[in-house]
Structure formats: C-alpha cells, structure tokens
C-alpha cells in the first residue's frame, strides 16, 4: 500500500492564477481530509469528504474548493490564488470519522508560494 | 470555537531524561485526543491516541487525560536525540469533521 499520495511536492504560483492539488489513498478509506500548515503553526481544516459525492467545509474553506468522484480521490482546487494561500497542504484519511479510536492517515503534503 | 493550546517552546531535555509535553482543549464535548510527532519538512506522525480518564501507556511513551479539567499530556521516557521534533497535539468531537490541532511544541533532546 502507498498509502496516500499528493502530486506535486512544490509549486510556485503566480497571484490570481488557479491549480489543482492531488490527493489520492488506496486505503479504501471512506473519510478523507485536507488541511494546510502555516509557519509554526498547528494544522487548520479547509475541506472533508465522508465518502464519494458527499463534502463538507471546514475552519478555513474560503479559496477552495473541492469534489470527491470516487473513493480514493480527493483533489483540492485553489482559484484566483493569493499570497495568503502560501502554506504546506496536508491530505489525510480515515476509515471512520467521528469515532473514538479513528486515526488520521497523512500524506506527505505540498508545498506551496504564492508570489 | 474549539481551541488547542501547546507551549511553543523550544523544550530542551537531556538524553535519557523524560520529557514532559502539555495540551488543554476548550471543547468540553471532545471525544478523542491525539498526539502527533512532525519532523521538520515532513508530515504528522500518530504517536499515540488516548480517549477515556487516565494514563496510557506505549513503549517509552505515556499519554494522560483528565477531561475535568481538559488537559492532556504526553511523557517520552529516556529520551533520544532522535525524539527532537514538533509534538501536535490534537482533539475531536464527536462528529464526521477533522482533527483540531494546537500550534505544536518543538523538542529538543540535547546529547
């Protein structure tokens, strides 16, 4: 099992253009998360699926969006890109979601500038 | 708003000393807490998941609860250089929705 993946590891963006982020697992995991990272700083939740067809926003969804097709995919989309949006971006998944021993399962994140 | 607070740090502790890491949560509703070990570049590692009263225990690491007073920690016993990371602490309520983390505490075991 890879586990689960993202594509690309870096990207530089110029402001207002969009991009794509890849996240994909082989877990057959039904619960699937993006978060991103700023400089010393925790994780923030921007978006999560609980399964093909259903999301949902998180903490910071303002500048993304996102749609989960099938099972595996996640892809998170960045329009009109912003300085703001410079951060490290984390996938994760997880079998269940809201259950007391559900663990997260983190990819190994993208790096993205804004400039 | 849930909130997760951590000493930033840095933490510095001697090899082979235990290493004491803290974390209170504002959600009273919070089911499970999470500890997560993050090198420098890289992603979140699970350490350690604890959700009822009480200590924990995995190996050199020991995770604690107190949920009256919304405080958890973790204790990393004989400490290596190789535990110098960032500790994320992190809870969940009871729904579908994703982990909240703290900002972190950055560990250092000096040789």
């Known amino acids: 099992n890879a586990g689960v993946t993202q594509t690309p590891k870096f990207r530089i963006l110029k402001i207002g253009q969009s991009m794509t982020l890849q996240c994909t697992q082989d877990?057959?995991?039904?619960?699937m998360y993006w978060y991103r990272q700023d400089p010393g700083m925790g994780l923030k939740l921007i978006y999560y699926?609980?399964?093909?067809?259903?999301?949902d926003k998180g903490e910071v969804p303002n500048g993304y969006n996102v749609s989960r097709s099938t099972t595996e995919d996640f892809p998170l989309r960045l329009e009109l890109a912003a300085p703001s949006q410079t951060s490290v971006y984390f996938c994760?998944?997880?079998?269940?979601?809201?259950?007391?021993?559900?663990?997260?399962?983190f990819g190994p994140g993208t790096r993205l500038t804004v400039l | 708003q849930k909130e997760v607070e951590q000493n930033s740090g840095p933490l510095s502790v001697p090899e082979g000393a235990i290493a004491s890491l803290n974390c209170t949560y504002s959600d009273r509703g919070s089911q499970s807490f999470f500890w997560y070990r993050q090198y420098s570049g890289k992603s979140p590692e699970l350490i350690m998941f604890i959700y009822s009263n009480g200590d924990k225990e995995d190996g050199r690491f020991t995770a604690q609860l107190n949920k009256a007073s919304q405080y958890v920690s973790l204790l990393i016993r004989d400490s290596q250089p190789s535990d110098s990371a960032t500790y994320l602490c992190a809870v969940r309520g009871g729904g579908a929705d994703g982990l909240t983390f703290g900002k972190g505490t950055h560990l250092i075991i000096q040789p």
């Open positions: 699926s609980v399964g093909a067809g259903i999301t």
């Open positions: 994760a998944s997880s079998y269940h979601g809201g259950g007391v021993l559900d663990t997260q399962y």
């Open positions: 877990m057959n995991h039904n619960y």
